[in-house]
């Protein structure tokens, strides 16, 4: 009986709309940053909708909002859903706020048809998951996980030195709860792909394997400025001629890694950036990616050993400085074959899939089993006013999401298993 619910489309997309219209944008788009006006007014009307749902609310002390069914047995760790509800500058309405409110419907459908779960469950919005006004990101879920602590992420400011911790207190909701102590016996999070991957295969559920592990380094070409007359080609040391041949094997190291190697520069400084001048110093950033620690380890030595080479057949130094790393983050098998299951019983088309964006979830799979269902988003554009999802899409994601956390909290797990999950 219970494979036969079905979410409400409608009304969950009636729900992502009108969530929408707080900061919304000329362009169809949502502006509604972290811990402003508007991010209380978004919180308070999704905390609003949830008591009006029966569900409980509780807030921590970084603002990390719960909002509870309760089960059968309340002993039980809630299987719990979420995402996040601020958005970037130029946001779009389905970012994150996706992943609340289709947890949302999801108890709003239970109600519906008067299902009872086993453990409580729980849909819960991060502070600051995008990390545009206050770094880092993902920072509500990172202090929850003990990734950094509470008075790093209180001591924040923005670019007018406001504080998080002053700006939290300012909108109300700064809570009791010391984040990390409120357990979780499974995690899911539904969000839109925020890539192309979907839409060019022409599948309707991604099921998210595990999210990229990433590499910044800066790296610095150092040759000589000299006149770009005068200096005969045998004679250079132009740093620009060297550092671009390294940028095209940042790209081909990727290829080298595949199919989840990912290769960028995304950031150039030509030094001095003159017309007739030998470029003499060249600094850019590499970004790598990939599917475990291990890959990103190999792609690293391989940048590195062809960086050596490079530099011994050029005569120019050149050195790759770490900038910060964030390992892979597999997804708990259980809960990926949950999806797996879950979209086939639906009948919607799937295919596995890996985020190369970092989302809430990263960080509650190192303390819960957690998964992640995406769906296809327009040209596979984000962090863009543009961004767009297809309702049926909306509510095929929210659909299997239903079921796997039916599943979930049906069958409660122990809270052992959430231990044995971390990496
Ligand atoms: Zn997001």
Redesign the pocket.
Known sequence: MNEKMRINGPRLWDSLMELAQIGATPKGGVCRLTLTDLDKQGRDLVCRWAREAGMTVTVDQIGNVFMRRAGRNNHLPPIVTG??IDTQPTGGKF??NY?VLAGLEVVRTLNDHGVETEAPIEVAFWTN??GSRFVPVMMGSGVFAKAFTLEHAYAATDTEGKTVRDELARIGYIGDQVPGEHPIGAYFET??E?GPVLEDHGKTIGVVTGVLGIRWYDCVVTGMEAHAGPTPMALRKDALQVATQLMQEVVACAHRHPPHGRGTVGMVQVHPNSRNVIPGRVKFSIDLRNATDALCEAMDADIRAVAARLSSSTGLAIEITPVSSYPAQPFHPDCVSAVREAAQQLGHSHMDAVSG?G??AVYMARLAPAGMIFIPCKDGI?HNEIEDAQPEHISAGADVLLQVMLRAARVAKPAARAAAAAP
């Open positions: 995402s996040h970012d994150g992943g998951e995008e969000h839109i925020q964006a989302h809430d984000s």
